[in-house]
């Protein structure tokens, strides 16, 4: 089905009642040209906390008038939310907004312009800031590992973006490539992002892999620009522990795309080896700086990454390679060069 000119906004949210005002104040005061055709879908992954309606009511305080509707998915999970948005979509390009968001005024011009502009890519994105509470102090990790949290720079200058993913945070993408992907390829997500309050990993940068595996690219723009409400008590070290532990388990799949992308052949008994290293010496060196704290919780998040990594590649001894191949078979070029 061919969707008409224009961009949708999805948010996806879970219990998102108390943090969705200033996300849905940032979409409203978008600047876009009078003949930019866009609408705004909030999907509700199975909230208990009136998301719904309070964002209904919210965005008509807003009074414009701009498409808003908010659509329940009753399968918890941030890939099943954002399949749904996806499924819902009426217009051509999408941005998935997450709930905590605030985008920049040019946001959706901008997706739209890059889309019109470049039609070999499939998914653009930007910058991420911080948006702390003013009293507030971050802890003295927090500019080492803010970008696990999506913030910070995701490039150094306006292009193409090659060989990596885009975060899913305000991540702008062409719905016909994704449709492309999931509804004629047939291609089912090994990595579902977030369920309810437990921590997963990996689902948008697996987008990404396979998008870029289809021929797709992925675009890099400092123009587009978002702020991350995060709220306070996920700053602390045992949450970015439980970060880790995610990337380091969803790691492995994404290193199959990695892979597969580079055209580079599989090797489960090498991954395996030099992981297992890894994980030796990140033992060893937080041994020798555990009375040091500040040097001590890099090395101990480095090593619960690398630990993580080491389980999952023993759970995926047998189905590592012939993943990459099953892969290898589905995933066909579309563009080429």
């Not at 020798?288 to 590649?313: D, E, G, H, M, W």
Request: net charge positive; hydrophobic share 35%; proline share 4%.
């Amino acid at each position: 089905m061919a969707n008409r000119k224009g961009v949708s906004v999805v948010i996806c949210s879970y219990n998102g009642s108390s943090r969705i005002a200033p996300t849905l104040h940032h979409i409203a005061r978008q600047e876009v040209q009078p003949n930019l055709a866009w609408e705004v879908i909030l999907i509700d992954n199975n909230s208990k906390d009136d998301t719904g309606r309070k964002a209904l009511a919210l965005w008509e305080s807003e009074g414009k008038n701009i498409p808003f509707r908010v659509v329940w998915e009753a399968e918890p999970g941030l890939s099943f939310a954002k399949m749904r948005g996806l499924q819902e979509a009426q217009f051509s390009y999408l941005i998935y907004v997450d709930d905590d968001n605030s985008i920049s005024s040019n946001y959706v011009q901008t997706v739209h312009q890059i889309f019109e502009e470049w039609e070999d890519v499939a998914v653009c994105g930007g910058d991420g800031e911080d948006a702390l509470p003013a009293h507030f102090v971050p802890p003295h990790w927090w500019n080492t590992f803010k970008a696990d949290y999506a913030v910070g720079k995701q490039g150094t200058k306006e292009g193409y973006k090659i060989n990596g993913f885009i975060w899913g945070a305000a991540s702008g993408f062409r719905v016909s490539a994704l449709r492309e992907l999931y509804f004629e390829v047939g291609h089912q997500p090994f990595l579902t992002g977030r369920i309810g309050n437990k921590l997963t990993a990996g689902e948008d940068a697996e987008v990404c892999f396979c998008l870029q595996r289809l021929g797709y690219r992925l675009y890099y723009s400092p123009k587009l620009q978002f702020k991350h409400h995060i709220p306070i008590d996920r700053i602390n070290e045992a949450y970015l522990m439980k970060l880790k532990k995610g990337f380091g388990a969803a790691s492995v799949i994404l290193s199959i795309y990695s892979d597969l992308v580079q055209g580079k052949q599989p090797n489960w008994e090498k991954s395996y080896r030099s992981c297992r290293k890894t994980v030796f010496q990140k033992t060893w060196k937080y041994l020798v700086v555990y009375f040091s704290p500040q040097k001590r919780l890099t090395v101990k998040a480095n090593l619960i990454y690398a630990q993580s990594r080491l389980k999952t590649l023993r759970q995926f001894k047998k189905n590592y390679e012939p993943m990459y191949y099953q892969l290898k078979e589905s995933l066909n070029p579309k563009y080429v060069g």
